[in-house]
């Protein structure tokens, strides 16, 4: 069981970006999968999740409307997604699968992260 | 101001024990399982303690959870310096309809 994240990102303010997490070694249609961001030298905090299964979708009060969250089932794959980068939006993004299916709870299983920078 | 609260840092010599505390309130651990993270330095995450006490596989039993109505300790014994890390607890927040973390904890063994 693992979910891979795809590669670091180099930004300028103001462009769009995806970042994609794909799992494996489990039925990916079955767990929610949320996304978790970490600002250099802070904490983590949760940013919302996805239910590949009927693309049921929740976020973060303090994220909501800032990204977009997706998924292809057919390719097992979730997405994080910005339409306008900030310099804010700098930091390490994780993906993680809870340890039961078909509900958000503890998360056992974490993508290694994707690193965003945004510069001008 | 994490929704979660953790002391900043705690420490403590090789071979003793500590314990980490994570405040709440009746609307997330009041509620709902905590579960506890391990962050060592460059690395993701990794799940310590859920559903409040319980040790995913290839947890060594040297860690620990437990909860008392809103607040949660993970106690950890027999420290090594391979502890020394970042740990955060996490739990479900009815009010806010959305997962929480605590501040975090950087543990030192001195």
């Known amino acids: 069981v693992q979910l891979v994240q795809s590669g670091a990102e180099v930004k300028k303010p103001g462009e769009s970006l995806k970042i994609s997490c794909q799992g494996s070694?489990?039925?990916?249609?079955?767990?929610?999968i949320g996304w978790v961001r970490q600002m250099p030298g802070k904490g983590l905090e949760w940013m919302g999740i996805?239910?590949?299964?009927?693309?049921?979708?929740r976020y973060s009060p303090s994220f909501q409307g800032q990204v977009t969250i997706s998924a292809d089932k057919s390719i097992s794959t979730a997405y994080l997604q910005w339409s306008s980068l900030r310099a804010s939006d700098s930091a390490m993004y994780y993906c993680?699968?809870?340890?039961?299916?078909?509900?958000?709870?503890?998360?056992?299983?974490w993508g290694q992260g994707t690193t965003v920078t945004v510069s001008s | 101001q994490s929704v979660l609260t953790q002391p900043p840092s705690v420490s403590a010599a090789p071979g003793q024990k500590v314990t980490i505390s994570c405040s709440g309130s009746s609307s997330n651990i009041g509620i709902d399982y905590v579960s506890w993270y391990q962050q060592l330095p460059g690395t993701a995450p990794k799940l310590l303690i859920y559903d409040n006490d319980k040790r995913p596989s290839g947890i060594p039993d040297r860690f620990s959870g437990s909860k008392s109505g809103t607040s949660a300790t993970l106690g950890i014994t027999g420290l090594q310096t391979g502890d020394e890390a970042d740990y955060y607890c996490?739990?479900?927040?009815?009010?806010?309809?959305?997962?929480?973390f605590g501040g975090g904890t950087k543990l030192t063994v001195l």
């Open positions: 070694g489990y039925r990916f249609t079955n767990y929610w």
């Open positions: 996805i239910y590949p299964g009927d693309s049921d979708t």
């Open positions: 996490g739990t479900w927040d009815a009010s806010l309809s959305a997962w929480v």
């Open positions: 993680a699968r809870p340890v039961v299916p078909a509900r958000w709870n503890a998360m056992d299983v």
